[in-house]
């Protein structure tokens, strides 16, 4: 399979590289000063983006996007990815991307007016808490978070954490059970909007991750509901249909991230390079002349081909069959590409011995922040079970999933 670039990604792409290159990559270096600091100077270039014409890439046209298939903004998503900000400043980035792919599929009118509109033109951020720190995140079926219907308004009360970019956001998409006695257990939790001026809602902390708290965009979040009201028009879709919903974004939602992380290989690979020929050992000899800089550099580029090749074809497949036919792919480079991921980001630092490890490049931030890639929208070895389980059916073997 050839990488096929379509007419209007091959329009696109140079321009978001060359705003990349001139806009974004020299703003990484004003990243550790805080995102109070940061925000103002991201706010500037999210106007720039805007009036380039090249904002939220995802949505259709109609709704101020650029109208591209899934395996289109594949491409656009890996670009960006190149940049711990790229996705954020073309307002395109998690969750607020899977947040308006459902609130423009299964909002109402109204629901479409006061959160997707505001979603979308960048000038509020939300999140997304589905994981609870008292049951395991892997089983997504098992929740105590409540929205108890009191006449017209849902009730809710729970406990959430790792809601992502929590910090700031003015509104919450929660999955909390309604529908407890419902037969089948995927009927049973709804997915509700509770704006966080709420009163009943909490944001306890942002949790450290690696040693770094995290703000605003770049955090992650525990949030308590306590008696948390909210209108019962703020269901998202049909009473019991969270999982549902919550299924229709993981699809495209994989393939967004693991185009990100190709991005990322990308340019950690680009680093490893330009500093595997630049690093002098003795004079005239720089580390790309030891073989085992060259076995990195080789294995890196395999790797990194193989992902875009699964990641593409995953891509092409859901826009053309839908994602049910194509969930062994998902689950295929969901833990593939995520591992690919730590492999390049490793090699990268160890070629750049203790500058790898200093904020002065991104690859610490990334060391730091992508770990989780192996853990967030399922771990490994859920997705690996995915895999081995539809293969073992073709065999007469059933295995059960929780
Ligand atoms: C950085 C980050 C961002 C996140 N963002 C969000 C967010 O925005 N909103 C949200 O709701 N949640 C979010 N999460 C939560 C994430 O979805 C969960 O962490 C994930 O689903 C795993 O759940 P858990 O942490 O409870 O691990 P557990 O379910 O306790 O699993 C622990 C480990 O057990 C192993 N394991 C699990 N299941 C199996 C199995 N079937 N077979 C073999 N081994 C298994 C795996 O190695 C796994 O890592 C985020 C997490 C992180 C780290």
């Not at 090249?54 to 656009?76: D, K, N, R, Y």
């Not at 770990?371 to 293969?391: L, Q, T």
Request: hydrophobic share 40%; glycine share 8%.
């Amino acid at each position: 399979m050839r990488v096929i670039k379509t007419e209007r990604v091959q329009a696109i792409l140079p321009r978001i590289r060359a705003f990349m290159e001139e806009v974004v990559y020299p703003l990484e270096g004003e990243m550790g000063r805080g995102f109070q600091h940061l925000e103002p100077l991201l706010e500037e270039n999210r106007q720039s983006v805007k009036s380039l014409g090249l904002w939220t890439p995802h949505l259709p046209i109609e709704l101020g996007g650029l109208g591209l298939s899934l395996a289109e903004f594949a491409q656009v998503s890996e670009e960006l990815g190149r940049s711990p900000l790229g996705h954020y400043l073309f307002n395109c980035q998690a969750p607020d991307i899977g947040n308006m792919e459902i609130l423009h599929l299964h909002g109402t009118n109204q629901q479409r007016e006061h959160f997707f509109r505001p979603l979308a033109e960048g000038d509020v951020r939300s999140c997304f808490a589905m994981t609870e720190p008292e049951h395991a995140g892997s089983n997504p079926l098992w929740m105590s978070t409540t929205a108890a219907k009191d006449g017209e308004e849902y009730v809710l009360n729970g406990h959430k954490w790792f809601a992502s970019a929590a910090d700031g956001a003015s509104f919450a998409v929660v999955m909390a059970v309604t529908n407890a006695d419902a037969e089948s257990p995927y009927r049973r939790a709804s997915m509700i909007i509770v704006p966080t001026d709420t009163p009943g809602y909490t944001q306890v902390r942002r949790i450290p991750i690696m040693g770094h708290s995290g703000q605003g965009y770049f955090s992650h979040s525990e949030l308590l509901f306590e008696n948390c009201r909210v209108p019962a028009t703020n269901l998202l879709g049909k009473e019991g249909y969270g999982f549902a919903l919550a299924q229709e974004r993981l699809g495209p939602g994989r393939i967004h991230h693991c185009m990100r992380w190709i991005g990322i290989c990308e340019r950690a690979f680009e680093l490893m390079c330009r500093r595997a020929a630049g690093r002098e050992l003795s004079p005239g000899k720089p580390l790309a002349t030891r073989q085992v800089v060259q076995m990195w550099i080789a294995e890196s580029r395999a790797e990194i081909h193989a992902s875009r090749l699964m990641v593409l074809d995953a891509a092409a497949k859901i826009d053309i069959e839908g994602q049910q036919a194509a969930r062994v792919e998902i689950s295929l480079i969901k833990f593939f590409v995520a591992g690919v991921l730590q492999n390049v980001i490793d090699r990268a630092i160890q070629v750049h011995g203790g500058l790898g490890v200093t904020d002065d490049t991104p690859l610490a931030h990334w060391y730091r922040h992508e770990r989780a890639a192996r853990i967030y929208d399922g771990p490994d070895e859920v997705h690996k079970s995915v895999v081995a389980r539809r293969i073992l059916r073709e065999y007469g073997v059933n295995v059960p999933i929780y």
